[in-house]
């Protein structure tokens, strides 16, 4: 598709996209079970490394450094790495601390790496109260006033970000990247 002079922006979200959305219907009304979903993600995260590099724009300018997981219990992490992609794409320095990250190792590398922000991603309705007990955790450390803290992920909503006391919510990657230099700015 590269080749043939699609956009990489095009390539992800009308092919990849638009096919993960229709696995998971598939899931949902189970035609499809876990082993082709997994084979979609990990499809999934192939094409991204390889679109990585075309997502870049070209007036990169250091941004800041944002630190990224997906919450404790949680495995999904195809959002999370869009959403890293994208930012790696504007400037801004990744630390990826991965998926099924306990509230600990998010402080304990936020001591160690002082990033700016700190983004954490949640698919299941089960993990998203995990982002509560990191905030609650960075509050405790003495943390939360020297970071920002942004928030995503399926079932996430502006609400809950708010409830919870992030600093933001985005619904999908493109806002991720706006939230993102609006909260380094700030
Ligand atoms: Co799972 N799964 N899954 N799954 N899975 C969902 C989420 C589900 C909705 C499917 C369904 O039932 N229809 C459902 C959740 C129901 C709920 O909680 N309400 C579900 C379930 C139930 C489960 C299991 C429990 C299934 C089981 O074992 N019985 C299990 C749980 C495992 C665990 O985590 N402990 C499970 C497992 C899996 C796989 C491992 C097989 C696989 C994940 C593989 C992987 O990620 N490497 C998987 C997948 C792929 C899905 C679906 C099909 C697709 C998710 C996805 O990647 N979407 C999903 C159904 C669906 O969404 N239609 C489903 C594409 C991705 C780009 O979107 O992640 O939303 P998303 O990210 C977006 C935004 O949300 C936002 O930007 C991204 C880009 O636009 N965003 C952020 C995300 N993070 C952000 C962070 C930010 C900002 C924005 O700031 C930091």
Do not use: C
Request: charged share 25%.
């Amino acid at each position: 598709m590269l080749e043939k002079n699609f956009s990489a922006q095009e390539i992800l979200n009308l092919g990849m996209l638009s096919a993960m959305e229709i696995i998971g219907d598939r899931f949902t009304d189970g035609t499809v079970f876990i082993p082709e979903v997994l084979l979609s993600a990990r499809a999934m995260n192939e094409a991204l490394k390889v679109l990585e590099p075309h997502l870049a724009s070209s007036d990169k300018q250091r941004q800041g450094t944002i630190m990224i997981g997906t919450v404790r219990g949680d495995l999904h992490d195809i959002g999370k790495n869009m959403v890293l992609t994208m930012l790696k794409g504007v400037g801004f320095k990744v630390i990826d601390l991965g998926v099924n990250v306990k509230s600990e190792n998010f402080v304990r590398e936020i001591v160690d790496k002082k990033p700016d922000i700190l983004g954490m991603s949640a698919l299941l309705t089960t993990t998203m109260p995990q982002m509560q007990v990191v905030i609650e955790s960075l509050v405790e450390a003495g943390l939360k006033e020297s970071i920002k803290v942004m928030i995503g992920g399926a079932p996430v909503t502006e609400k809950f970000a708010m409830d919870i006391g992030a600093d933001g919510y985005a619904r999908d990657a493109g806002e991720a990247v706006s939230l993102a230099k609006q909260l380094v700015s700030h």
